[in-house]
């Protein structure tokens, strides 16, 4: 979806750049999951995801004329959505650990089952979700970025403006407490 | 290696992101301890459990929801094409804005005692002094309509007497009107009129308003001099007079703007009940004074007209001959004396007089 295997093709980058809106829907849909996911997983409800998700697409829409292409735009995306997340938890310095189904309501997942395992992943999804909010939102971020949007360490550290060091520390610090929380799940 | 440093590189392990120089000193460390094997497992089971957990997506319409909210144009231009609207909606604006005018004339109205009274007397007003400002009445005529017209309502100067102003009511009244119905763009200026009228008026030349009146005047029946007409009304009177002109001057508020301004006086004179010869009788005893303007009058032939209900008391209106007129004069100078205001150069067949008596 507008992401070739060596990065974002040209004409693409193009066309954003220009200003064409045609592109910029065709980023706002290649890029909706992964930002409002990260959203979502980091605030804990929907709505606000929404709100914040749209924020940064609209952001991004406003700096298109000066993005360079240095970076890819996906990496640029959860930059800008990784910032807006921090800023809008850091002033509360919130920890959300009873997300319950409000956390999930913009979790939809497209694969079918059967209601025994539709059950059993509803629960551990419930878990989950509130194992990550009971993280410091610094680690947080890395876990989600890693673990659940599968962002590379660099892709991180350019994107949290962060030394690859400290992405993989933070990120063992937040892995190892989920599985404290979450190792009954384990298969 | 200790199992401290050994375990915090396990991550690094799982995502193949240690460092070459890393890699041979855990492994060594793990091929030892099975505490160290035993945590990485454990992570490695997290990870896949994070790794398997549903992917969010966004909800329906998001997409539609982030376009239309990067569409900063729109507005501002909407908004301007909104103010530059099509003649289609600039008309019924304008009538809009005249109704506005008027229901806010009504309004006025309504809330003052002094119009109402004034809206009361009758059409045929009784000639009444009006004097002040332009002495040469009808003569003018000239008055550019337009700009005239529109102050219709702001009087000249303060009216002498109550009379004049209420006499205004008739002529301004259907004026005013009428100018706000044929020039829709100076509407605009129709607010501030009002507030002119409220205002001490310095006043235009009331000659341009015989212009604007003659053909919406009401029907009055005597011919005042149209200039005393406009020029002596306050503010009040001519407020008032404007609803119940309203409807009159409805259809011929067209004519007025393209009337020749010459047409003037005498079309005035005969639609507006106006005095055409005004002024101050300067007298030591009024009683006496007005006894023997009945009798001058009536020896001429003329007649006294009945003091209307809210005339001042002071204003007598005469009516006398043409032909008498001079005699008239002649006779008003030796009750008292007399200082004509205005006076027509042509003089109807009839001519109605209004003698303001001072001391």
């Not at chain 1, 735009?73 to 920890?95: D, E, F, N, P, V």
């Not at chain 1, 009971?134 to 550290?157: K, Q, T």
């Not at chain 2, 319409?61 to 609207?85: I, Q």
């Not at chain 2, 909606?89 to 809009?96: H, N, S, W």
């Amino acid at each position: 979806m507008g992401e070739g295997p060596a990065g974002d093709p040209p004409d693409l980058l193009e066309r954003l750049r220009r200003g064409d809106a045609r592109a910029f829907e065709e980023l706002v849909i290649a890029h909706q999951h992964r930002v409002f996911g990260v959203a979502l997983r980091m605030l804990g409800n929907a709505a606000e995801a929404e709100d914040v998700a749209q924020e940064v697409f609209l952001r991004a829409h406003r700096a298109l004329a000066g993005f360079r292409g240095e970076a890819r735009l996906s990496t640029w995306l959860y930059a800008i959505a990784s910032r807006l997340c921090l800023t809008r938890l850091g002033s509360g310095a919130r920890r959300f650990s009873r997300l319950g189904d409000e956390a999930l309501a913009g979790v939809a997942d497209e694969r079918t089952a059967d209601p025994g395992a539709e059950a059993e992943r509803s629960e551990l999804e419930v878990a989950l979700q509130r194992a990550i909010g009971e993280l410091d939102e610094e680690r947080r971020i890395v876990v989600v970025l890693r673990d659940l949007e599968g962002l590379s360490y660099e892709e991180i550290a350019e994107a949290l403006q962060l030394p690859i060091g400290t992405v993989r520390s933070r990120l063992h610090r937040a892995r190892v407490d989920l599985r404290d929380k979450l190792e009954r799940f384990s298969p | 290696m200790n199992c401290q440093d050994a375990r915090d590189q396990l991550s690094a392990l799982l995502d193949d992101a240690l460092a070459t120089d890393e890699r041979g000193p855990l492994a060594a460390h793990l091929g030892r301890c099975a505490d160290c094997r035993r945590e990485l497992e454990r992570l490695r089971m997290t990870v896949t459990l994070l790794r398997t957990a549903p992917s969010p997506r966004a909800p329906a319409g998001f997409v539609e929801r982030v376009l239309a909210a990067a569409r900063p144009e729109p507005w501002p231009r909407r908004l301007r094409r909104w103010l530059f609207v099509p003649w289609g909606v600039k008309l019924p604006l304008e009538a809009a804005a005249a109704l506005l005018v008027a229901g806010t004339a009504v309004y006025v109205f309504q809330r003052t005692p002094a119009l109402q009274e004034a809206a009361r007397e009758p059409a045929t007003l009784s000639s009444r002094p009006a004097p002040e400002a332009p002495p040469p009445s009808p003569a003018p005529a000239p008055a550019p309509p337009a700009s005239a017209s529109r102050p219709t309502v702001a009087p000249v100067s303060p009216p002498p007497s109550l009379p004049p102003v209420r006499r205004e009511a008739a002529p301004p009244k259907t004026a005013r009107v009428a100018d706000e119905k044929t020039e829709p763009k100076e509407l605009g200026a129709a607010p501030t009129d009002a507030a002119k009228k409220v205002a001490p008026p310095a006043g235009p030349p009331p000659v341009a308003r015989p212009e604007d009146a003659s053909p919406l005047a009401a029907p009055s029946p005597a011919p005042p001099p149209a200039t005393r007409a406009l020029g002596a009304v306050a503010p009040e009177p001519a407020a008032g007079a404007a609803p119940p002109a309203g409807s009159r001057s409805a259809e011929p508020r067209k004519d007025a703007a393209e009337e020749a301004t010459g047409r003037a006086a005498a079309a005035l004179r005969s639609r507006v009940a106006e005095t055409d010869v005004g002024g101050r009788l300067a007298v030591r005893d009024r009683e006496a004074a007005e006894r023997a303007l009945t009798d001058l009058v009536t020896r001429l032939g003329g007649t006294r007209l009945a003091p209307v209900p809210d005339t001042p008391a002071g204003v007598v209106q005469l009516v006398v001959p043409r032909a008498a007129y001079p005699e008239m004069a002649e006779g008003l100078a030796r009750i008292g004396r007399w200082l004509p205001e205005r006076e027509p150069a042509e003089l109807p067949a009839q001519v109605r007089v209004g003698v303001t008596l001072t001391d």
